[in-house]
């Protein structure tokens, strides 16, 4: 949820050759662009990406021109994401990277802030060290209850209105008052936090667009370092700050480590819940298995299969390769860009049967499981049956919060927070429904693939009016 993945450039849709140095045998580069899940399966070029007979790491395109490569198999994904070969910190080369048209997108954040995501090795385990108490699983049931109270009042203050945005009016409030409980951003600030961050993550690097967006988003950072110094109150925040301040970590890690932690946790949750609430809008099993008659196991079993089908980040960052080396049979020089495609992974058909389909009851892909079961049926599995608590199969299945060192701090918060958003949405509302015809929803981005909008009918009376769009991101 805190950024264990990248957004990194935005894809294109143009083809680019392969890099030189690489047989021409290799398939063609196809852009790496996998559409989210509304119902209508996937493009032409998505499916080049996830067909099982296909190589499992694939020349992309990404925005810019950036020419890459991908792993699109789970178990090779898997690897890339541990490989020493490989380093998230480009400074490490020392040289030329492979690919990059001309320049290095210096308006990325995620490429080149000091912070997790472009650290390896030592570097990166000291600053997560330094954050990591903030997100151990007491500390998580200690930010989980107080935003499980906020999130009641969101839900609640709801009632009564008969149409709503379950982006406005749910994720983005539960997005600004997480990133408050995680950095102490102070509640006349989260509306500005959370604009900032999505038009930061959403810009096109090279643009005047991202470079406005990132000014705005420095400032924000400041007024969270200026919050953390006059806080009594332990955050991962004033942590960072104190290692600032006794010289374990620099400015420009300060800011970074700030500056993802925020942006990752509002891109995840905007995008995560709407997306989810969307396929339970669309799919009667998986709103079935959110609501009321249903046990813990089974309920967290339907949340996990939504994180798979829409994993906060559709593609990770980029790690580039220190030295010649080959990946699953592809000769790659130094410098060579590979990113892992997380949804094609999530949907690689030989490893989750009928990938598409949102099932409770699926086995584990590294554990054998017979069971299976209809999620419709009159007489759901007892908990005991279902074998299938989330965090365990999840930590061996699907990859929405990523694999290896650079595994998501925030992974047991994000898939409560998730949880509990759309359970409790849904038996509050057992009546919701779409209010736009699916057509007319637009989605931003391609690695985010998040929803502007996902208007609803509430079905439980009068409307009373429109609130401020942020109204109550960091409500008390």
Same mark, same amino acid.
Request: with cysteine; aromatic share 4%.
């Given at each position: 949820m805190t950024g264990t993945h990248s957004p990194g450039p935005a894809p294109v849709h143009a083809p680019a050759p392969a890099q030189a140095s690489v047989p021409a045998a290799v398939p063609a580069s196809v852009p790496l662009a996998c559409p989210a899940l509304h119902e209508r399966g996937f493009t032409a070029a998505a499916r080049r990406l996830t067909t099982p007979d296909g190589p499992a790491l694939r020349p992309v395109t990404l925005g810019g021109g950036l020419r890459a490569w991908a792993a699109t198999d789970p178990a090779l994904a898997r690897d890339v994401l541990t490989d020493p070969r490989l380093t998230n910190d480009i400074g490490e080369l020392g040289g030329p990277v492979q690919g990059f048209p001309g320049r290095r997108y210096p308006e990325d954040f995620f490429a080149h802030a000091p912070q997790l995501l472009s650290a390896s090795g030592e570097r990166h385990r000291g600053l997560r060290r330094i954050v990591a108490p903030y997100f151990t699983a007491a500390a998580t049931?200690?930010?989980?209850?107080?935003?499980?109270?906020?999130?009641?009042?969101?839900?609640?203050?709801?009632?009564?209105?008969? /149409?709503? @945005?379950?982006?406005?009016?749910? $994720? =983005?409030?539960?997005? #600004? &008052?997480?990133? *408050?409980?995680?950095?102490?951003?102070?509640?006349? /600030?989260? @509306?500005?936090?959370?604009?900032? $961050? =999505?038009?930061?993550? #959403? &810009?096109?690097? *090279?643009?005047?667009?991202?470079?406005?967006?990132? /000014?705005v988003f420095a400032q924000t950072v400041l007024h969270i370092i200026g919050a953390a110094r006059r806080s009594s109150v332990p955050t991962a925040a004033t942590a960072l700050l104190d290692a600032r301040q006794s010289g374990r970590i620099g400015n420009a890690e300060l800011a970074g480590m700030l500056g993802m932690l925020l942006i990752?946790?509002?891109?995840?949750?905007?995008?995560?819940?709407?997306?989810?609430?969307?396929?339970?809008?669309?799919?009667?099993?998986?709103?079935?298995?959110?609501?009321?008659?249903?046990?813990?196991?089974?309920?967290?079993?339907?949340?996990?299969?939504?994180?798979?089908?829409?994993?906060?980040?559709?593609?990770?960052?980029?790690?580039?390769t220190r030295d010649d080396c080959a990946l699953a049979g592809v000769p790659l020089p130094r410098g060579a860009v590979v990113v892992t495609s997380v949804l094609a992974a999530n949907l690689h058909s030989a490893t989750w049967p009928d990938p598409l389909r949102a099932d409770p009851l699926r086995a584990d892909p590294l554990r054998a499981d017979p069971l299976r079961a209809d999620p419709l049926r009159a007489d759901?599995?007892?908990?005991?049956?279902?074998?299938?608590?989330?965090?365990?199969?999840?930590?061996?299945?699907?990859?929405?919060?990523?694999?290896?060192?650079?595994?998501?701090?925030?992974?047991?918060?994000?898939?409560?927070?998730?949880?509990?958003?759309?359970?409790?949405?849904?038996?509050?509302?057992p009546r919701l429904s779409l209010a736009a015809p699916l057509g007319e929803l637009s989605w931003h981005g391609t690695c985010l693939r998040r929803l502007d909008r996902l208007p609803v009918d509430t079905g439980t009376g009068p409307r009373t009016g429109e609130p401020d769009r942020l109204s109550h991101v960091c409500s008390p």
């Open positions: 049931e200690r930010t989980g209850a107080r935003l499980r109270d906020i999130m009641a009042r969101i839900i609640g203050s709801l009632a009564g209105r008969d /149409r709503i @945005d379950l982006v406005t009016d749910l $994720a =983005l409030p539960l997005a #600004g &008052a997480t990133a *408050g409980e995680i950095l102490g951003i102070v509640p006349e /600030r989260c @509306d500005a936090a959370v604009t900032a $961050a =999505l038009a930061a993550s #959403g &810009a096109v690097p *090279g643009t005047e667009e991202a470079r406005s967006a990132h /000014r990752g946790t509002v891109d995840s949750l905007s995008t995560v819940v709407p997306a989810g609430a969307l396929m339970a809008l669309r799919r009667p099993e998986v709103r079935h298995g959110l609501g009321d008659g249903h046990g813990p196991a089974y309920t967290t079993a339907v949340t996990e299969e939504i994180l798979r089908l829409n994993p906060p980040f559709q593609h990770t960052g980029w790690r580039f759901p599995p007892r908990v005991d049956q279902l074998r299938v608590a989330g965090h365990r199969r999840t930590a061996a299945g699907h990859l929405s919060f990523g694999h290896g060192p650079h595994y998501c701090l925030g992974a047991a918060l994000g898939r409560q927070l998730v949880h509990e958003a759309l359970t409790g949405l849904f038996r509050r509302f």
